[in-house]
C-alpha cells in the first residue's frame, strides 16, 4: 500500500457476482481500490455463482428468498435468518480475526446476510461504512412503493403500515416478515456499529435523515462512472434502449406503451426478472414488432447496444437512487429518458442532458421520445452535453478520495485516530463532512 489509503479493505455485500446495480459497484471499486495498491477482500452469502474469495469457506450458506424456499420449516429458517444470522456472523468474526481489515465497506447486507455480521465489527473496533444503494432501511419492501404507488407510510419507523398495507405482494404474512424485520432492527439499533451511511442520490440522504437512520452519520457520496475509458457514440444513434431488471417498480412497461404509440419506434430491452413474460405479452398486445428483448448481456454487449442508441430510457415508478445504467449511458453521449423520481432528475437536466417526464405517463414518454426520433440533431447534443456532465462531476478518483475521507471519520468514531488522521489528511480536502 503506498500509505494514501487503508492497507486492507473488506467489502461485504450478499451477492459476490455482477447481481445488481450494488454489487455491480463494489466490485468495479474494490478493483480500482486493488489497482491503487490496497488489499481488498470480500465477504458474503456463498453461491457457486461467486467471484473467487479468499475466505469464502468462512460464508454463511446460500438461501434464496425471491422465491421463498419450498416448505414451512425451510421459511421459518430463513425468516429467522433475515432477523439474526448466527452462520454469518460466526462467518464474519472469523475473517475479521484473520483478515485483520482496516475498515469494513458494506453495501447490501439485508436478508441473506443481516446486521448480525456487525457486531464482531463493533468488538473489534473495525471502522465501518456502509453504501445504501435502496431505501430498505426505512422502508421494510425496499423502494417507497406500495401496490404500485409511490408511499412513505413507514418512514419515520412507522413499519407496521407495511403489514396493515399488505405492501410484499399483497401477502399479510410476506409482509408481516419484513415489518417484524424492520421493527426489531430498528428497536435494537441493530446499525449502531456503522459510523458513516453513504448515500448516492440527495434524495436519497434526505430521506435516511427524515426516516431518522442516524441522520448526523449520513453522507451524499454521487456514485461514479470512469467516462474516461468509455467510448462516446458517434452521431445520434438510433431506436431505444432499456436496460435493467424486469421487475414492476422499473416501468419497463410505461416505456413499451410509449414504444406502441410510436408506430416508427423501436426498443430493444435488456436484462431479465420476474415481469419478463408479462413485458413480452404487453409488447405483444401494444406494440407488435417494435419491441426486441435480449436477456440478460455482458458489459461489453451493453456497451455496444447503448452506443447505437439515440436514447436510453429509465422510466422507473418508484424512486430510483443513482442508477448506474443512467451515468453509463451518459458518459456514451446517450440522453437519457427519465421520470422525475428520487434521484433521477440529480443526474438529468431537462432538456439539456436528456429529458425527464412523469412516471406511468405512456403519452407524455412518447411526447418525449418523439421529440428525439424527429430531432436527431437534440439527441446529439444532449447526448455531447450528458457525457460533459459526467466527466465533470461523477469521476472516479474524486469519488474514491472523498470515500477516502469518509473511511477516515468512520476511523476517528471507533478511536483509530492514527489510521484516521492519516486518511483524512490524504482525503480530498474539499469532502463535505
Known sequence: MTGVRPARILHVDKFLRRAGGASVYMLDLASRQERDGARV?????????????????????????????????????????????????????????????????????????????????????????????????????????????????????????????????????????????SGLHRWLKAYAPVQRFIAPSVFLADQLRRGG?????????????????????????????????????????????????????????????????????????????QVTFVGHIDGRAVGELVRNARAVIAASRCHENMPLAVLDAMAAAVPPVVSGLGGLPELVEDSVTGLVVPHDDPAALARGLGELQADPGASQRMGEAARAKVLAAFDASTHQRRLLGYYGEAAACVGRHELAATLQDRADPGTPR
Request: charged share 20%.
Open 213 to 289: 437512520v442516524f441522520p448526523d452519520r449520513v453522507r451524499q457520496l454521487n456514485n461514479y462512472v470512469d467516462a474516461s475509458q468509455t467510448v462516446p457514440r458517434c452521431g445520434p444513434g438510433s431506436g431505444f434502449v432499456s436496460i435493467g431488471r424486469l421487475s414492476d417498480e422499473k416501468g419497463v412497461d410505461t416505456a413499451i406503451e410509449a414504444i406502441g404509440l410510436l408506430p416508427d419506434a423501436r426498443l430493444t430491452v435488456a436484462g431479465d426478472g420476474p415481469e419478463r413474460s408479462s413485458l413480452e405479452s404487453l409488447a405483444e398486445r401494444v406494440a407488435p414488432g
Open 41 to 181: 477482500e470480500f465477504f458474503a452469502m456463498q453461491d457457486e455463482s461467486n467471484v473467487t474469495a479468499t475466505y469464502s469457506e468462512f460464508f454463511p450458506p446460500y438461501v434464496s428468498l425471491d422465491p421463498p424456499p419450498p416448505g414451512f420449516r425451510d421459511r421459518l429458517v430463513a425468516a429467522g435468518r433475515m432477523v439474526y444470522s448466527r452462520s454469518a456472523a460466526r462467518g464474519m468474526a472469523e475473517v475479521v480475526e484473520r483478515f485483520q481489515p482496516d475498515v469494513v465497506h458494506l453495501h447490501n447486507i439485508y436478508h441473506q446476510l443481516s446486521p448480525s455480521i456487525l457486531q464482531p465489527l463493533a468488538r473489534g473496533r473495525v471502522p465501518a461504512v456502509m453504501t445504501v444503494h435502496d431505501y430498505k432501511l426505512i422502508c421494510p419492501t425496499y423502494h417507497l412503493l406500495c401496490h404500485g404507488a409511490l408511499c412513505d407510510a413507514c418512514v419515520g419507523g412507522k413499519v407496521w403500515e407495511a403489514t396493515r398495507r399488505r405492501c410484499q405482494g399483497g401477502s399479510l404474512a410476506a409482509s408481516a416478515v419484513l415489518s417484524i424485520e
